[in-house]
């Protein structure tokens, strides 16, 4: 039917050059090698593409454009490597060149804009944080210039988020991945399953809707929001229009969580690691998470506490529920609700093939960082490996995430939120109170002495 999601399938191995899962796995690896390696042999080539203006601390707009006078040559680098790397990719995908190329480039120039905001002397006064600013700065553009379809060519906001997350791991302890993991992979439980099921039973038992779309904006409350309304809707073959009432509502309540976390956090002055648990429990999508983990955590003075926490429990936690609700509803669809239709059982592959890929590359980037340093004396890693080696790093994994932030912002219309429909609504934000209620609970009073270790 045309209205509806095609019958369940896989791409097979095929996925493994044609989904941005794998190529975010590729890329950020590749990265880390290549650093890994420039590292070792005393190269600065790697930290040389590093460059953005964030950290110039300019007061004045001559300072601004003194630093691109005598850098214009590291940017047009930075730029063409760039778009090596996501251009090539993204036509082996299937994306048009003719219109990533053009897109991405404004991404490019906007995304400088949005660092040299971060690098104004009083930008820390008025919260002005790169991440936050693209965001917005995307949703006004979006919503007031009409910008032409094609422009989404290049606004991949799972590509880049999913690159950043690979990129965030090797700055991620496996130690710590190893202690506080079962920690958030407990919480995520009881979160996903509470939240999961809350949804679904309003949406058919109080407002009547259909059980396919109860399941689509169930799991896209429960798990990681648009990655997760995308698998179950082709699990339990979903209306199209199922699938992007979830993503709409996913979006629109991410946007609300990235303010009103962080600052629910400061008024209750939580700790940056139970603030940043608290976001990874209660955010819909992973750039909006990260955005506002950063946002507190660079308020409450431990960014990086604030960060661990989120990536533990959004990360590690909830995103490892994608491929266990795909298969669930997978079953319950092929058995119970389009029997005659399906005829086939679905296999424990399923689990697999909706799996999110990237995860797999955040624990590979650990266990490399990890394995490779680990030989480093604590004075040595300060003085040597981490503005070395780390710091790089950690500036592209910042690249890749104010790509995503922008796109996020350049690709909402906030006209077309209206189109989800009231009952919709109303059950997906019964779970949302629900969800951030008993996220706080969890990261405050039942796990907080684990979230509150991190950063230290």
Partial sequence: MANEMEKPKTMGWKELYLKEDW????LGIGIVLISLIAFLNGSTIVKSLTINPGGLKWSSIDQLLDHFGKNIGSYVLQLLSWLVIFGVSTRIMGIKTSE???SFIILYVLSIIMFAIGGWV???KYNLEPPLVALIIGLIIANVVPLPKWMDSGFRVEY???TGIVLLGATFPIALIASAGPVALLQ??????TTCLTIYFVATKIFGLDRRLASVIGVGGAVCGVSASMAIASSVKAKKEHLYTSVTLVVAWALVMIFFIPFASKLLNLNPGVAGAWVGTSEFADAAGFAAATAYGKMAGNENAAIQGFTLMKVIGRDMWIGIWSFIFAMISCLKWEKEECGVKPSAMEIWWRFPKFVI???VASLLMTSITAGYSTADFGKIVKPGLLLPIVSLRSWAFIFC?????LTTRFKE???AGWKPFGAFTIGVLINVALGFLLSDFVFGNYWMNLGK
């Avoid at 190529?23 to 590729?26: G, T």
């Avoid at 995520?188 to 399953?193: D, E, G």
Wanted: glycine share 6%; no cysteine.
């Fill in 160 to 162: 880049y988020i999913k």
């Fill in 188 to 193: 995520a439980t009881v979160i996903s399953l």
């Fill in 417 to 419: 939120l209206k189109a």
């Fill in 405 to 409: 932030f922008l796109s996020i912002g």
């Fill in 361 to 363: 590359g955040f624990f």
């Fill in 122 to 124: 009083d930008a820390a």
């Fill in 23 to 26: 190529w975010a796995i590729y």
């Fill in 100 to 102: 990533f190329i053009p």
